[in-house]
């Protein structure tokens, strides 16, 4: 049974850092695409970054030069590194996985979540 378990959400103020992470079990992680996906209040998911097996990275224009993704294939584990942080990156964010994808930013390409973590930037 794939289980997808995200920690390091918090509150901060703008200009700040949080690291998130994500533990996977229940599959073969290391084969796996990974992302991290985010929604605000009244918003629709979005796709915040995303890395291949292969360790290719793909990010959200929103996102670029302030997120680094990253994953440990030893430790099962997926994280996100957040820098810069500014109040409109409010929001709940999700881990996922999926075997593969055609746009990595959508969500209709993920058949695994997590049960997300918030993050709080006040100004």
């Known amino acids: 049974q794939v289980q997808l378990v995200e920690s390091g959400g918090g509150s901060v103020q703008a200009g700040g850092s949080l690291k998130l992470s994500c533990v996977a079990s229940g599959y073969t992680y290391s084969s796996y695409w990974m992302a991290w996906f985010r929604q605000a209040p009244g918003k629709e998911r979005e796709g915040v970054a995303t890395?291949?097996?292969?360790?290719?990275?793909y990010y959200a224009d929103s996102v670029t030069g302030r997120f680094t993704i990253s994953r440990d294939n030893a430790k099962n584990t997926l994280y996100l590194q957040m820098n810069s942080l500014r109040p409109e990156d409010t929001a709940v964010y999700y881990c996922a996985a999926d075997r593969s994808h055609n746009s990595w930013y959508l969500v209709s390409e993920y058949g695994y979540w997590g049960q997300g973590t918030q993050v709080t930037v006040s100004s």
């Open positions: 890395i291949s097996a292969g360790f290719r990275r």
